[in-house]
């Protein structure tokens, strides 16, 4: 059994070393999940000089360590996303992470399985939310299907994906390092502003910072203290199962729980953060022994998986009471990105829309 490791990591690692000493570039960013790994495509791709850290690897913290679902559309299902949002902006977003997902696949050839995903119902409560789901998608030309079958009833969304998280993170990795920018691992940022970033292992000189961190970032950014704040999300992961039970990515429980079935085999399975609301919200990133405990009880009565369980982990989200992510300038030249369970991946290289204030419901996706 490994403690914290997540099944995604399969030994590989790329060879990349802390800063050694003063440099000078256009942009700095600060995190190297897969937020700032999209900047630093992004810059490269402009043309400008970028230097990335990273306080531990490439995607050592959630971008490294999730369910490796692509789902499209807000934290929030789409009904709601148009209830919060109106129709015109849910929709819009929602055909964003679409293309978003193509474009990670184009960025990470091989590395995106188009598998679709299915939300199940758990029961009388959650199939009329569903439906309401289901109707709303339509009504905007989202594709959108029943689903009637051996795991039950609910929908099916043809266009969703799943990925090995990792894998993608070390695809970008190595596709900015091609187009120029410079990484540096174990490179801790202690102090910023918008034109240097001093570190542990030297300072960086730049015309503007982005800090791109998602797990702790009122940690980083104490002003954000009000507008984020940070959650555990716990998995587990099996041996290989020998037949595909899951063809897609599943969530249910209004998607607080969810899970995937690798192409080896293995079932990567999350959530339970709804039983231990309180205890959750915290820093700490280690996995507890009651949310492990409801998800071990699940895996084995509700899912029927048997394999052996091989990994247990956990990591740090940020969360806004609004469901969409923080996208900030701080100060001219200083920005930051975070709070990006709200939209997933999939929002990361687009534009994303401005934070709003509003009450998020307790209940929803909650590793988007
Ligand atoms: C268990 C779990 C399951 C999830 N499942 C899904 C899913 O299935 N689908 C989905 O879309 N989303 C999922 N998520 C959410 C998703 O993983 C995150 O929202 C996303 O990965 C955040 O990526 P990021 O690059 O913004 O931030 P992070 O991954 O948090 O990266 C920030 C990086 O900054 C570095 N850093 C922090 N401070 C410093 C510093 N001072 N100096 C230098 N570096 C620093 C950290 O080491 C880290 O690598 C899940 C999250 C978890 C935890």
């Given at each position: 059994m490994l403690t914290n490791t997540p099944i995604w990591h399969n030994g590989q690692s790329l060879p990349l070393s802390p800063l050694g000493g003063d440099v000078e570039t256009d942009v700095c960013v600060i995190g190297l999940g897969g937020s700032g790994l999209t900047a630093l495509d992004e810059l490269t791709t402009m043309g400008r000089r970028a230097v990335g850290i990273d306080?531990?690897?490439?995607?050592?913290?959630a971008a490294g360590r999730n369910g490796g679902l692509l789902l499209g559309?807000?934290?929030?299902f789409h009904h709601d996303a148009v209830t919060a949002l109106s129709r015109d902006r849910a929709a819009g977003i929602y055909r964003q992470t679409m293309a978003e997902i193509r474009h990670i696949d184009e960025q990470a050839?091989?590395?995106?399985?188009?598998?679709g995903s299915i939300r199940l119902s758990s029961g009388p409560d959650e199939d009329a939310d569903v439906e309401r789901q289901r109707e709303a998608m339509l009504a905007d030309g989202i594709s959108c299907e029943l689903y009637e079958g051996p795991l039950g009833h609910g929908i099916f969304m043809p266009d969703d994906a799943c990925f090995n998280p990792q894998q993608r993170c070390r695809a970008l990795a190595r596709r900015v390092i091609a187009q120029g920018a410079k990484l540096y691992t174990?490179?801790?940022?202690t102090s910023y502003s918008a034109t240097e970033v001093r570190t542990d292992c030297g300072t960086i000189r730049c015309a503007q910072v982005i800090?791109?961190?998602?797990?702790?970032l009122e940690t980083l950014v104490p002003e954000l203290a009000g507008t984020v704040r940070t959650a555990r999300l716990q998995m587990l992961a099996t041996a290989?199962?020998?037949?595909?039970?899951?063809?897609t990515p599943i969530s249910t429980r209004y998607g607080f729980d969810y899970w995937q079935q690798t192409p080896d085999g293995s079932v990567a399975f999350g959530g339970g953060r709804d039983h231990s609301v309180e205890s959750e919200w915290t820093t700490d990133a280690e996995p507890t022994d009651r949310i492990q405990g409801y998800l071990e009880r699940t895996l084995r009565e509700t899912l029927k998986v048997t394999a052996p369980i091989t990994h247990r982990w956990a990591a740090s989200v940020s969360y806004t009471e609004t469901g969409l992510p923080v996208l900030q300038?701080?100060?001219?030249?200083l920005w930051v990105i975070g709070?990006?369970?709200?939209?997933?991946?999939?929002?990361?290289a687009g534009a994303p829309p401005p934070v709003r204030r509003a009450a998020r419901p307790p209940r929803s996706r909650d590793f988007l």
């Open positions: 306080a531990a690897g490439i995607a050592p913290g559309g807000t934290v929030d050839p091989g590395v995106v399985r188009h598998t174990q490179t801790t940022a800090i791109a961190v998602d797990g702790r290989p199962v020998a037949e595909r039970v899951f063809p300038e701080l100060r001219p030249g709070g990006v369970p709200a939209t997933s991946w999939a929002r990361s």
